[in-house]
């Protein structure tokens, strides 16, 4: 390479590192933006969960001392012989009592009210069929249970969920259920004062995976359980954490943090759309890609404008060479590139003592196809031949040439005797089963003769010699009457 040469290649590669330094500086800018970006979501959604867990933690765990104040009561000897008044006052005077909360009761075994904190003499209602009552009575280690939501029968259908106790006999038989009732307007109105985008949402989680509520609120989020995959359910069994997925129908990919609600067995989540949590930086990148762009566009316009003549004059001398060396009719190697690679393998085959194989080939009466069938046709037949000569020299080094005329040679380094008859044999079959008419040549088509040489190079030996070998073949093919392949002693 001469000094110009050295000069435009070290000014190319200059150009090439500052127009990658230039992007390089911008990714790392806009992923370190993306990362603290994210990272205040993260922390956000996370501190909004755990805020709106302890508030409606403290709020069921006040409920739940009153259930437990009742439950204690009850054990108490000689509360039913009390007067009802009385009774009602001793069981219930430190009942919690706040906007959301409605009556505790008290069932008997069968689910029928047995006291009420509403009124002395209770309705006569019967709440065997509701699922806190019946899980209480089949198994006495639930502990604190939350409902699903129901409309109550108390308050005229007002959407509520449950929150209950059991109570047991002296030898741990069921006794009844403690209940109070929690309003889900509660939750609404709690989660109506914090702010959040259209698309996040915010949802109460029981440890099974029921909904209780969520916010937007839905009618049809009543009753249901979230069909999730088991990366989900693991938040719900560990009660914490946060991960990044697609759980609702709407198929918006959200951030979801979780936090459990001390003392209850419910989870709450705060999913935030990370399309809208990245928006900002999806502007800044709107802003930075652009001038990142055009400055690495100036950079190599600045290279294109400085190589763009050396290219033309690199393609143009590629074309030349390429010529130089590709017979303009056939497409394959002519005569020159032939006799360069011959110098070239004969001298590689002298030095590691390979044997090197020459297939000469020769069109059959070539010239009466030439007179019959016109120069133009001609032609045509020598690309076909030309093609099926390529074909057989499959290997990286293996070489097919026009040698002149009618004639190509196909050059096979490392290659025995046997089996470049065998790759001959090939290539004069391939000719014949084209069938193309010749009605000058025995059996009207078109055939090939080809002689085949090979040779251990010896050191004062000449690679002419392999050519003149493998010509004489030809004659010999020739001779013993065309259309057949003829190897030259070894």
């Known amino acids: 390479m001469n000094s110009r040469g050295i000069v435009h290649r070290t000014l190319y590669v200059l150009a090439c590192l500052v127009g990658i330094g230039i992007c390089a500086a911008a990714v790392a800018l806009l992923w370190m933006d993306r990362r603290v970006t994210w990272d205040s979501a993260y922390v956000s959604a996370r ?6 867990a302890a508030d409606i933690g403290r709020t069921l765990h006040v409920y739940d001392l ?21 009774r009602h006052r001793f069981l219930f005077d430190r009942s919690a009592t706040a906007a959301y909360l409605g ?32 899980v209480h009575r089949d198994a006495a ?39 109070g009732s929690l309003r889900t307007a509660y939750f609404r109105d709690r989660f109506a004062e914090v702010s959040i985008g259209p698309r996040d949402a915010i949802t109460v989680f029981r440890n099974d995976g029921a909904v209780l509520l969520r916010n937007p609120y839905s009618l049809a989020d009543a009753d249901s359980e979230v069909d999730v995959p088991p990366d989900f359910q693991q938040y719900l069994i560990g009660r914490e954490g946060a991960f990044v997925g697609m759980l609702s129908p709407d198929g918006v990919n959200r951030l979801y943090a979780f936090d459990a609600i001390d003392g209850a067995p419910l989870v709450i989540d705060v999913a935030l759309a990370v399309d809208d949590l990245l928006e900002p930086w999806v502007r800044r990148v709107a802003l930075i890609v652009p001038v990142t762009l055009a400055l690495f566009a100036s950079v190599l ?14 393609a143009f001398e590629a074309q030349l060479a390429l010529q130089a060396h590709t017979d303009g009719l056939t497409g394959i190697a002519n005569r020159r590139t032939f006799d360069e690679a011959l110098q070239t393998e004969w001298a590689a085959a002298r ?9 000469f080939l020769d069109a059959d009466h070539f010239k009466r196809y030439n007179d019959r069938y016109g120069h133009q046709e001609g032609d045509v037949l020598l690309k076909r031949l030309a093609l099926a000569v390529k074909g057989k020299a499959r290997r990286p ?3 097919a040439a026009r040698y002149g005329g009618e004639e190509f040679v196909v050059l096979l380094p490392n290659t025995s005797r046997q089996r470049a008859t065998a790759i001959g044999e090939s290539i004069r079959r391939a000719v ?59």
Do not use: C
């Not at 501190?47 to 709106?52: G, K, R």
């Open 47 to 52: 501190n909004l969960a755990s805020v709106l």
């Open 66 to 86: 009153s259930l437990q104040g009742v439950v204690e009561r009850l054990r108490e000897p000689g509360i039913a012989s009390l007067d009802p008044e009385t």
């Open 103 to 134: 009556a505790i009761v008290v069932l008997d075994p069968d689910g029928n009210i047995l006291y009420h904190s509403g009124a002395i003499a209770p309705p006569a209602l019967n709440f065997a069929d509701r699922d806190y009552f019946q």
């Open 141 to 179: 280690d639930v502990g604190l249970f939350v409902s699903r939501s129901y409309h109550s029968r108390l308050r005229g259908g007002d959407e509520s969920i449950a929150i209950s106790r059991r109570i047991s006999n002296p030898d741990g038989s069921f006794a009844g259920v403690v209940v």
């Open 301 to 314: 316009a600045q290279i294109v404008l400085f190589r763009r003549e050396m290219r033309w004059r690199q």
């Open 351 to 359: 030095r590691d003592r390979t044997p090197l194989s020459l297939l």
């Open 397 to 399: 080094r293996d070489l």
């Open 432 to 490: 014949a089963e084209q069938a193309i008419l010749h009605e000058d040549n025995e059996g009207g088509i078109v055939t090939v003769s080809i002689g085949v040489a090979t040779a251990i190079p010896q050191n004062d030996e000449s690679a002419a010699r392999l050519v003149e070998a493998a010509d004489a073949a030809v004659y010999q093919a020739k001779e013993s009457g065309r259309n057949r392949v003829a190897a030259a002693p070894a």
